[in-house]
């Protein structure tokens, strides 16, 4: 299992952290997800055998969301 902090962009509410949340909690292979929006960003762990660091940011920008 590997783990990553992703600092999320354009988050304003908890309606924002519910949401990325959601979006995370869909993709296949993610075990634990916890958005936070101060600071805003989302602490992921991840099986890597079925998804990557690269899926989960791509999730989030399709979210509506910026990634740094």
């Not at 992703?6 to 993610?30: E, H, N, P, Q, Y």
């Not at 805003?40 to 920008?61: E, N």
């Amino acid at each position: 299992m590997e783990t990553t902090t992703i600092a999320v962009k354009g988050m304003t509410c908890m309606g924002c952290v519910g949401s990325v949340k959601r979006v995370l909690d869909g993709i296949d292979g993610i075990v634990r997800a916890e958005v936070t929006l101060q600071p805003g960003q989302a602490a992921v762990s991840y099986d890597a055998a079925k998804t990557s660091v690269g899926a989960i940011r791509t999730a989030i920008t399709d979210a509506g969301y910026e990634v740094a």
